[in-house]
């Protein structure tokens, strides 16, 4: 079974780039229609959905967020990864990476990686 | 864009039901086709419970049902037990093919 398993390091400064690798096993990041996203959860708060890439390479990112994210797959490698730029202590989070079936109009998160605390130092 | 409204706490004893609504503006809730929904237990991620507004992964228990009208969907738990104290969120789409969480709703088991 499909299992993710993000990495990254756990600390970043103000105004650096926030940068997560998501690992992909039992299972090839090019196999079937998949979209593969990034969700975050502050301390104590709701989710927020970040973005997601499809197989293809297309991508789709949160409006709130759409101008410092950016998410790349390496399919050589089985992971995807997450690029957030000019972070503040609002970045501050667990940030989990899942699997999201490409179904029309059905969002279908399934499985999710363990999460990743990240914090924002100044 | 705003998170899908949900109430922030609910309760229930053991072996009552409870209902989680998710209500979102018409113009994404109400024509986007289907809703998920996680529990997430502290401190480990969240699972998905309902999928397609109705549909339960294999191994979810049958005691946890979907349903949507209009703009509002709502998850009812049956027999509740110990176990299913937790946070729970809800997800569907935007008009603009964004993804959007409900603010959660937890769930205590008196």
């Known amino acids: 079974q499909v299992q993710l398993q993000e990495s990254g390091p756990g600390l970043v400064k103000s105004s650096q780039t926030l940068s997560l690798t998501c690992t992909v096993s039992?299972?090839?990041?090019?196999?079937?229609?998949?979209?593969w996203n990034w969700i975050r959860q502050p301390a104590g708060k709701g989710l927020e959905w970040i973005g997601r890439i499809y197989t293809s390479g297309s991508t789709t990112y949160n409006p709130s967020l759409q101008s410092r994210v950016s998410i790349s797959v390496d399919a050589s490698k089985n992971q995807f990864s997450l690029n957030l730029t000019s972070v503040t202590a609002a970045d501050t989070a667990l940030y989990y990476c899942a699997r999201d079936a490409a179904v029309a109009g059905s969002p279908w998160f399934a499985p999710w990686g363990q999460g990743l605390l990240v914090a924002v130092s100044s | 864009q705003s998170a899908l409204t949900q109430p922030a706490s609910v309760s229930g004893s053991p072996g009552q039901s409870i209902t989680i609504s998710c209500t979102g503006p018409?113009?994404?809730?109400?024509?986007?086709?289907?809703v998920s929904w996680y529990r997430q237990h502290p401190g480990k991620a969240p699972k998905l419970i309902i999928y397609d507004s109705t549909k339960r992964p294999s191994g979810i228990s049958n005691r946890f049902s979907g349903s949507k009208s209009g703009n509002t969907a709502s998850l009812t738990i049956s027999g509740l037990q110990s176990e299913d104290e937790a946070d729970y969120y809800c997800t569907s789409y935007t008009t603009a093919n964004t993804l959007l969480f409900g603010g959660g709703t937890k769930l205590t088991v008196l």
């Open positions: 039992g299972g090839s990041i090019n196999g079937g229609s998949y979209y």
């Open positions: 018409s113009s994404d809730l109400g024509t986007s086709a289907f």
